[in-house]
């Protein structure tokens, strides 16, 4: 028995994109037929605005951290295992 989810991911897919040819193509002959059409109001209408301020900007000095300074031995600490020979021919 075959899956029918295909053929229903199809059809879907089909009407999403006659839906929106239609609404690309939508038109009336008269400004009269536009104020009662469902579909011209929607998309006609104000959408509100949201108001947004603005954040008000504190700015604060910042210095680069001072580091601790390591002393050399501590800096050249190296493994034995990572210290070989050079290859030999």
């Known amino acids: 028995m ?3 989810s295909p053929k229903v991911a199809v059809v879907c897919l089909l009407l999403t994109v ?6 690309a193509a939508h038109h009336h002959s008269s400004a009269t037929e536009s104020t009662r059409c469902s579909v011209c109001v929607t998309s006609h209408s104000a ?3 949201a ?3 603005l954040p008000q900007a504190t700015f604060v000095d910042a210095s680069a951290p001072v580091l601790d300074t390591i002393s050399s031995p501590q800096a ?5 295992l990572r210290v070989r020979p050079p290859p030999s021919f």
């Open 2 to 4: 075959r899956s029918i």
């Open 47 to 49: 959408a509100p605005k």
């Open 18 to 23: 006659w839906s929106a040819a239609a609404l």
């Open 76 to 80: 050249l600490i190296c493994s034995a």
């Open 51 to 53: 108001v947004v301020p």
